[in-house]
């Protein structure tokens, strides 16, 4: 028996910490590839699923290096071999979305018309080398209608129905999972729309659809985000995330 | 051997209203801000700017300098949002073409190796082709016969980078973990500028460093400036880190206030201002 767990109070799993859970699960199975998460919770769920169930993962730093989740460097990725490996497919990226829309479009360049818009955000960024070459999931710490919307103002991020035209190009193309506060969403849909794919607990199906801009593809049974075992919520606790960080950015 | 030191002043006498500028770096990373402030002291304008933007687009967006700019995002990293280009692009202030990140760098190595365009696997499927209707498609000659941007040569007049060491010959040295794409925006323009955070006899370069920080070549370098903290408020790692305190006052000052403050005069003013500011920060 694994001694360590003793130790472990069971507390309340907090939000914030199924968010983790959600975003760790991402890189389940993915093997000696990049993980790339951008944002808190993903940063902590990354380095969870390399500390538990994803060991052949590699992280960064966020600067150049490749790092152990203790910080010890083990490799170099400057920007410029890093947009290579982008295109050599080994890296499973979690990305942020100012907007989203129900086939996996992502915008994070400006809200309203491009030429002027009403609000300049970040701008393309990698997006559309991401999503079209290796494996890009979302996190959104704050599912709303002004997040999940019918229609985005600028494609970043490519989704289902925009590689449906590309199909050679596109042929990488994969959006594994979204991530918010509120559940998680796949594409798992004939017409490759987002659908529900699992409540975080304490969420109703009703509050996600309220939150949501389009028409949502919700299952008859919608599983919960699974539990984190007492070992994992110890690392998130204890080794990962000590400072509570990922409060920031989910508040409960 | 030609010694190519030169003024930050001497190099924006060597530039022309209307040039298309490469400016190296990386959102707020490693700038040659030096360079830009010079830039901003001057009455150039209209400029085409090439950059992984950051508090450089932002200036020189402030100051109504630029035509048109080439990016693919324009941040302050520690603080997403770059507040004066924001203010330019919801004002309309000028031109864009927005690319992706890996389509830019692809612009800099067609350039680089005088080639019209390289293809390249993003872009398609998004609105990068809707808001750049100029961009052309090109399909593979093989049996995959697969479609993709036609990433055109982003050639620049001139390039301006920061580094930590160089010698007199324009032989530029990073020290720190990211040489992000200097050498790129050297190469892939018609003449480079090279500040610095320290000018070295050549021989000084490698006695401590490996050769691969020879980030920079002479025979693609033009001018070289020694500009101690030349990169300032970026990192210029690791000689010294981000100025967050500084960058948080750039980016929550009116831009009026914080040029006439800061901006008013040359480098050692400059830098004169920025300490008596930290002086009243305590």
Known sequence: ?252 | MTDKTMTADEVVARLHSGMTLGIGGWGSRRKPMALVRALLRSDLTDLTVVSYGGPDVGMLAAAGRIRKLVAAFVTLDSIPLEPHYRAARESGAFELMEVDEGMFMWGLRAAANRLPFLPVRAGIGSDVMRVNPGLRTVTSPYDDGETFVAMPALRLDAALVHVNRADRLGNGQYLGPDPYFDDLFCEAADAAYVSCERIVDTAELTKEAPPQSLLVKRLSVTGVVEAPGGAHFTPCAPDHGRDEAFQRLYATTPWAEFAERFLAGDEEAYRSAVRNWQEEQG
């Open chain 1, 1 to 252: 028996m694994d001694v360590s767990r003793r130790d472990v109070p069971r507390m309340d799993v907090r939000r914030s910490e199924y968010c983790v859970i959600a975003c760790a699960e991402a890189w389940r199975d993915a093997g000696e590839i990049l993980a790339s998460p951008m944002g808190l919770i993903p940063s902590v769920g990354a380095r969870l699923a390399r500390l538990t169930f994803a060991p052949d993962l590699l992280l960064t730093d966020g600067e150049a290096m490749l790092v152990r989740p203790d910080g010890t460097p083990e490799g170099w990725l400057p920007y410029r071999q890093h947009l290579a490996l982008v295109s050599g497919g080994r890296r499973h990226v979690m990305m942020g979305a100012s907007q989203i829309d129900r086939y996996g479009n992502q915008n994070i360049s400006c809200v309203g018309d491009w030429a002027r818009p009403k609000r300049q955000l970040l701008g393309v960024r990698g997006a559309p080398i991401n999503t079209l070459n290796n494996p890009t999931s979302y996190w959104i710490p704050r599912h709303s209608r002004r997040v999940f919307v019918e229609k985005v103002d600028m494609v970043c991020g490519v989704g289902y129905d925009r590689v449906a035209e590309h199909p050679g190009t596109a042929r990488f193309h994969r959006i594994p999972r979204v991530v918010s506060d509120l559940g998680v969403f796949d594409f798992a849909t004939p017409d490759r729309s987002m659908r529900l794919a699992s409540l975080h607990p304490g969420v109703s199906v009703e509050q996600v659809r309220e939150a949501t801009g389009f028409e949502l593809t919700v299952p008859d049974e919608v599983p919960s985000t699974r539990e984190p075992t007492p070992d994992e919520l110890r690392l998130i606790r204890e080794v990962i995330d000590p400072a509570d960080t990922r409060l920031r950015e989910v508040s409960s």
